[in-house]
């Protein structure tokens, strides 16, 4: 998945929903947690069932998330329970919070497992942790192996502040008591735990929604360690996200050519790129599907998947076939690509501009 930009939606404000789904943020996520007051719990969770039911988020290339509440809540059972048996077939994620040891993943898998199997729910939902207390960080080596189920780890700056005690002025900005940047070091080990165990390593809030400077120094601080997103409390800080994390900022986008309908390999292994086609046809469905049905944290397997449905797809079409997709160098040098919604929206647009 595409995780530039993680836009926290509350589930008690369904007013935002439409917004939310209109916006440009990779991923979505239905707030059940600290966005929503105790007493409007029961009511968010039935609010964001109907999101989910009545909304294509997927259907926009956007990875659509429940964050649920922590497991030392009276909450969280029933938001497992009752989101996904009622919308679990359209949802991609849980972000459990305030994750401490691998057995709280454990928890949440072995629900959704059971949830899973008794509604008949085709797709293998994927589970993000937060990892914002000083237990979680005590552990997160620990907690990157804990689940197949896991995908990213997002870096709760608010609540690990919270927990450590840290004199913070504003939610994940800097102290100027502190020479540098006081998150640096927890953020770089949850960075070198993903790193380590195939996980997306995710940065958390920026609250001062009205310091755009600060959240993209921020955000650039943490694309130098290796992080791949950051949240976006705010929709005006969607695009600056999306600005900071798009893979290879100075050459974006590359086509991988697939081939046309006499050409087409199946095989293919999608390397055989050829910037000569004379017609392109943006296979924005084949990729998104690709990019949903993908392997998390493989993004070459997603590639993959994208460029041989393509080859399929483009044996029944007459136009030659294109796969939008970010360039990855792997370790041995060689080149391939990763496969994303909004890669795919973009060159669409670029390419009817051209
Ligand atoms: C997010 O949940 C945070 O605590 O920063
Ligand atoms: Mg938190």
């Known amino acids: 998945r595409?995780?530039?930009?993680?836009?926290?939606?509350?589930?008690?404000?369904?007013?935002?929903f439409r917004k939310a789904l209109e916006s440009e943020a990779d991923y979505i996520f239905l707030d059940?947690?600290?966005?929503?007051?105790?007493?409007?719990?029961?009511?968010?969770?039935?609010?964001?069932?109907?999101?989910?039911?009545?909304?294509?988020?997927?259907g926009r290339g956007?990875?659509?998330?429940?964050?649920?509440?922590?497991?030392?809540?009276?909450?969280?059972?029933?938001?497992?329970?009752?989101?996904?048996?009622?919308?679990?077939?359209?949802?991609d994620t849980i972000l459990i919070p305030k994750v401490g040891v691998p057995a709280d993943v454990y928890l949440v898998d072995a629900l959704l497992s059971q949830i899973e199997e008794a509604k008949g729910i085709p797709h293998r939902i994927g589970i993000d942790v937060l990892i914002e207390t000083a237990l979680g960080m005590a552990n997160v080596e620990a907690i990157a192996q804990s689940s197949q189920r896991l995908e990213a780890m997002h870096f709760g700056v608010a609540d690990f502040a919270a927990s450590?005690?840290?004199?913070?002025?504003?939610?994940?900005g800097l102290n100027p008591d502190y020479p540098g940047d006081q998150w640096h070091a927890g953020l770089s080990r949850?960075?070198?735990?993903?790193?380590?165990?195939?996980?997306?390593?995710?940065?958390g809030p920026f609250g001062d929604f009205k310091d755009p400077e600060g959240y993209t120094l921020a955000?650039?601080?943490?694309?130098?360690?290796?992080?791949?997103?950051?949240?976006?409390?705010?929709?005006?800080?969607?695009?600056l996200a999306n600005?900071?994390?798009?893979?290879?900022?100075?050459?974006?986008i590359t086509i991988l050519y697939v081939g046309d309908a006499s050409k087409c390999d199946p095989q293919s292994d999608g390397n055989n790129s050829a910037a000569d086609a004379?017609?392109?046809?943006?296979?924005?469905?084949v990729s998104k599907k690709a990019l949903n049905n993908g392997q998390p944290s493989d993004s070459r397997k997603a590639a993959l998947e994208a460029v041989r449905a393509a080859a399929t797809a483009c044996r029944t079409n007459p136009l030659p076939v294109v796969v939008p997709c970010h360039r990855v160098v792997r370790s041995d040098g060689s080149v391939g690509g990763y496969v994303g919604g909004l890669a795919a929206k973009q060159t669409l647009l670029r390419l009817e501009a051209a």
């Open 62 to 91: 956007q990875t659509i998330c429940v964050r649920i509440n922590g497991i030392d809540t009276h909450y969280m059972y029933r938001d497992v329970v009752d989101v996904v048996e009622q919308a679990g077939h359209r949802l």
């Open 278 to 285: 004379p017609r392109f046809y943006a296979f924005n469905k």
């Open 219 to 239: 955000a650039r601080r943490g694309a130098a360690l290796g992080i791949e997103g950051k949240w976006a409390i705010h929709p005006s800080q969607i695009g």
């Open 243 to 252: 600005e900071v994390f798009t893979p290879d900022a100075q050459n974006p």
């Open 164 to 172: 450590c005690r840290a004199r913070t002025i504003s939610i994940g």
């Open 32 to 58: 059940l947690e600290d966005a929503v007051a105790p007493g409007d719990k029961p009511q968010a969770r039935l609010n964001v069932i109907a999101a989910l039911q009545e909304h294509d988020w997927r």
């Open 190 to 203: 949850m960075v070198v735990a993903c790193r380590a165990y195939g996980r997306r390593p995710i940065d």
């Open 2 to 16: 595409l995780q530039r930009s993680e836009l926290a939606v509350p589930g008690s404000q369904p007013g935002m």
